[in-house]
């Protein structure tokens, strides 16, 4: 009987490494790990360095925004780190929807002003 379980416990382990290599292959096709064999593991933004431990920290961003534009040259793609994906993507957001800092600049920050009256009131001294 543990020669029956032992068998089949090699034969569980033995799955787990062909479905781990078959994931692995799969992923190296898809257009991120093409990236990763293009592009040395650095963010091209901050330039902060990747290895294995923290590898999916480095995402692929897609330069014009197209993530069906995945030609195998790797001209759309660039490397960046979580943050300067995420910071590169919320200014492309900005800039699409008009919510720019030049919009913001042409809208008062207050309706108050407390020296508005200010001049008035220092030259009413008798």
Request: hydrophobic content about 25%.
């Amino acid at each position: 009987m543990t020669v029956r379980k032992n068998q089949a416990d090699k034969n569980k382990l033995n799955q787990i490494v062909t479905d781990a290599r078959r994931n692995q292959e799969l992923r190296e096709q898809s257009y991120r790990g093409q990236a990763l064999k293009l592009y040395p593991w650095v963010c091209g933004r901050c330039t902060r360095e990747f290895d294995h431990k923290n590898l999916t920290e480095l995402t692929v961003h897609h330069k014009n925004h197209n993530h069906d534009d995945n030609p195998s040259d790797g001209s759309n793609w660039e490397l960046l780190c979580i943050y300067c994906h995420d910071n590169e993507h919320s200014r492309y957001e900005e800039t699409r929807f008009g919510s720019s800092a030049a919009d913001k600049s042409t809208a008062p920050l207050s309706t108050h002003n407390p020296f508005a009256d200010l001049k008035s009131l220092l030259g009413s001294k008798d």
